[in-house]
């Protein structure tokens, strides 16, 4: 008896049974979402499936590679060796999980030339959050806290994505993205607890960011357009409206012990819901940056595609080493075979 496994798999059958029908492949697809068990990249899946996976997961990296702009600004000015180290390190980070969630996406057919000629034709989006300015020292210590704290809250439930490079690839990234997420929590509290201009600079910086940052769990449940598809999949495990509550309830806490406000008057506590009710979010804000027409669309990709122009030989380099090494083997193993013949 075959597993489940082994039932999922696309591959010609070696024992020779007859091809499934293609409405046995799905319902096998099916039941093992059904079942909670991971799709694997050698597993028959809808093509409907892997091209949800290919944009979510192209747009996820996108947003890494992007997403090291704004901090980088800060590495040649942040205020001490201390600061500069872990600066680097958390870029450095970002770079990382794009090269994982690539690698993922490649699982699913997907070179990653094209992943990043559609970014930067601007056929593929990556999020909106990047598309605003780092003005003082403060933000890096405000992304850290709100953007890598939203980040976690949306990719925590990623961990248990029905597509297994994807939910492995994140169990990585969300133990990276804890550590971004408390260096900027105790940054913050640094100005915040400094002088008063410092204490001012951090409450400039939340009241920027911290709109921002709740779009970043995308449109309204009933404006989403792949929420429901997704969910039923299990790519998704929880809708947009719910992870950006949860985020909410998550900050107003944290807020008072930084002795920061955080910049929405309608913040109160709903004893009956459970949670905090929030205020009006401006979407028209949202859809104009999706569109191109935020602080900064243009500054990011224009610079993403001059690192990439300006990468071109580092590509050739690693290209021509692999190809050596790939000839050499070849050479190798045609050697061994000359000698064991004579
Ligand atoms: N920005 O139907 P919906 C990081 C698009 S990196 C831009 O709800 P879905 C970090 C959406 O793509 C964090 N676009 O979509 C890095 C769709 O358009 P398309 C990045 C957005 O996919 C460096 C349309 O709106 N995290 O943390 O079901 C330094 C309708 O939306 C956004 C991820 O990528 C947005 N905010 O749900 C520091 C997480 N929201 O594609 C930190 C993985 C929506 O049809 N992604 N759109 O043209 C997800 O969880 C989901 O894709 C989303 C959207 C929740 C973002």
Not at 277 to 303: A, H, M, Y
Request: glycine share 6%; net charge negative.
């Amino acid at each position: 008896m075959a597993t489940a496994a082994a039932q999922r798999t696309a591959r010609p059958q070696a024992d020779g049974a007859a091809a499934r029908e293609p409405a046995d492949y799905q319902r096998v697809f099916d039941a093992a979402v059904a079942a909670d068990e991971r799709i694997e990249p050698r597993d028959w899946m809808p093509d409907a499936y892997r091209a949800t996976l290919v944009r979510q997961i192209a747009q996820h990296a996108h947003s890494e590679i992007i997403g090291m702009q704004p901090e980088a600004n800060w590495i040649t000015r942040a205020p001490s060796l201390r600061r500069k180290a872990i600066l680097m390190a958390k870029v450095q980070d970002e770079a990382g999980h794009g090269l994982y969630l690539y690698s993922a996406a490649e699982t699913l057919g997907t070179g990653r030339d094209e992943l990043l000629d559609k970014l930067h034709s601007g056929r593929q989006k990556y999020s909106s959050i990047f598309n605003y300015p780092t003005l003082t020292w403060a933000d890096v210590g405000a992304i850290g806290w709100l953007v890598d704290g939203a980040a976690i809250t949306n990719q925590v439930p990623l961990c248990r994505c029905s597509y297994g490079p994807y939910a492995r690839a994140m169990v990585r990234i969300c133990k990276e993205e804890s550590f971004h997420q408390r260096q900027g929590y105790e940054l913050l509290l640094a100005l915040s607890k400094g002088t008063p201009e410092q204490h001012a600079m951090a409450q400039d910086a939340v009241d920027r960011w911290w709109w921002p940052s709740l779009m970043m769990f995308g449109p309204p449940d009933d404006e989403s357009q792949h929420s429901a598809q997704s969910m039923a999949w299990k790519i998704k495990r929880h809708s947009n409206d719910e992870l950006r509550q949860r985020f909410v309830d998550i900050c107003v806490p944290q807020a008072e012990s930084l002795g920061l406000t955080l910049p929405d008057p309608d913040l109160t506590w709903n004893e009956e819901r459970g949670h905090y009710d929030f205020g009006p979010i401006d979407w028209s804000e949202f859809w104009d940056v999706l569109k191109g027409n935020g602080p900064c669309n243009e500054q990011r990709l224009t610079q993403r595609k001059r690192a990439h122009d300006e990468g071109a030989w580092v590509r050739e380099a690693a290209a021509a080493y692999a190809a050596k090494h790939t000839g050499g083997a070849e050479a190798a193993a045609h050697e061994t075979t000359g000698a064991e013949r004579a």
